[in-house]
């Protein structure tokens, strides 16, 4: 008999079926996808990009739910070998405040303006 049963090979069903396994690893879990591999639909066709949250409303979950998530999905790389790339952004103001570069924390993320 199965304890879990996840419908959806796709970023979310993984991510669940993963949680699991990390709480309890004595746990039966089978995750059901229709397609022959996982992540063959949007999971599939995302830009790969990991957002930092600095667009988002202060404070905001979503800022603090990017913030959060990209710093798991770099551990989990780190963690586990897996060749990525992360690459710094590089934000500028259109017009200068004054001659001297500034840094600002935007959600908890530092960057140069």
């Given amino acids: ?3 879990y049963v ?9 991510s669940v079926a993963y949680a699991l396994q990390q709480q309890e690893p004595r746990a039966t879990i089978q995750i059901i996808e229709k ?5 063959c639909h949007q999971t599939g066709h ?3 990009v990991i957002h ?5 409303k202060p ?10 998530g990209s710093e798991s999905m770099r551990s989990f ?3 586990h070998g897996w060749r990525s790339t992360f690459a710094e ?16 924390c935007i959600n908890g993320v530092w960057i140069m303006v």
């Fill in 1 to 3: 008999m199965l304890d």
């Fill in 6 to 14: 996840i419908v959806g090979g796709g970023i979310v069903g993984l």
């Fill in 35 to 39: 397609e022959k591999e996982v992540a």
């Fill in 46 to 48: 995302n830009s790969g």
């Fill in 52 to 56: 930092s949250g600095i667009y988002y």
């Fill in 59 to 68: 404070g905001s979950f979503k800022a603090k739910f990017a913030k959060a």
């Fill in 77 to 79: 790389c780190i963690e």
């Fill in 89 to 104: 952004k590089s934000l500028s103001q259109r017009k200068k405040r004054n001659s001297h570069n500034w840094k600002t």
